[in-house]
């Protein structure tokens, strides 16, 4: 099955949201970079849905990085717009619904001044 992470990236790339290979990562983002955004899959993986063939269901993590309190907020608001969707053709995966659990959680990353805010969405899609 193809990596449903890359089409949500390639999605956000095509907005100009942030652009993969300068600031969008897939499961692990560098501790170097001061302003990033980052998509995870749960530990647990995505889940086969047993009842409906071809469907899954998921959540995926999506943590905004910024130096900017301000900046990082606005980015992340920009995100949770453009990923909140229903019925929705990406490249390998038709979305049938892709929605925000809660508002942001804003932590700051340790002593790097960093600012870090995360947001969980509930995924269901089929291929």
């Known amino acids: 099955m193809p990596n449903i992470l890359e089409d949500i990236q390639d ?3 095509d907005r100009g949201i942030a652009i993969v290979g300068d600031d969008s990562f897939q499961f692990s983002m560098p501790a170097k970079v001061s302003r990033g955004v980052l998509f995870r899959l749960p530990l647990t993986g995505v889940k086969i849905d047993h009842e409906l063939r071809g469907y899954f269901t998921t959540q ?5 990085r910024d130096a900017d ?12 717009e453009a990923l909140t969707m229903c019925h929705r053709r990406l490249q390998n995966f038709y979305v049938d619904y892709m929605r925000p659990q809660h508002e942001p959680i ?11 805010f995360s947001v969980n969405y509930d995924v269901r899609f089929y291929s």
């Open 11 to 13: 999605y956000v790339n």
């Open 60 to 64: 995926i993590q999506v943590i905004v």
């Open 69 to 80: 309190y301000k900046a990082g907020g606005e980015r992340c608001e920009t995100l949770t």
């Open 106 to 116: 804003i932590y700051p990353r340790s002593e790097s001044g960093y600012i870090e």
